[in-house]
């Protein structure tokens, strides 16, 4: 759900998304990011957790927004779901080059890896 199967494109930022990808993992987990149930989660698991998040959660909701391609479908969003949208595909537009981003992942495994004592492995 979090990435188009045809593309591999992901439709969420882990950084600017990070209060929906709390509040998603613990409507659909139950797991507090904040708890120390979370701190001792490595980064492989967390991010298999983040790969699950289902369409009925709230980052789920949005990124089926952003994800839209039909033109009817998005002819008939609410303004609000347009407003994401367009959002969306400007942001898509000025997108961060592949080694930004290997950058911000590395960034956040090694916070984990820290978080959890140990290489992040």
Excluded at 20 to 30: A, K, P, R, T
Excluded at 39 to 45: C, D, H, S, T, V
Excluded at 89 to 103: F, G, H, L, Y
């Amino acid at each position: 759900m979090m990435t188009h199967p045809a593309r591999g494109e992901s439709y969420y930022d882990l950084f600017e998304d990070w209060d929906l990808v709390v509040s998603s993992v613990l409507e659909q987990y139950g797991i507090r990011i904040y708890s120390a149930e979370f701190k001792g989660m490595k980064w492989l698991e967390f991010s298999a957790l983040i790969s699950g998040i289902g369409p009925d959660t709230a980052l789920g909701r949005i990124v089926a927004i952003r994800a839209e391609t039909d033109k009817e479908v998005i002819k008939n969003f609410s303004e609000d779901q347009r407003r994401i949208w367009r959002e969306w595909r400007n942001k898509s537009a000025k997108q961060k080059s592949k080694e930004e981003v290997q950058n911000y992942l590395e960034m956040f495994k090694a916070a984990f890896a820290r978080m959890a004592g140990d290489g992040g492995g």
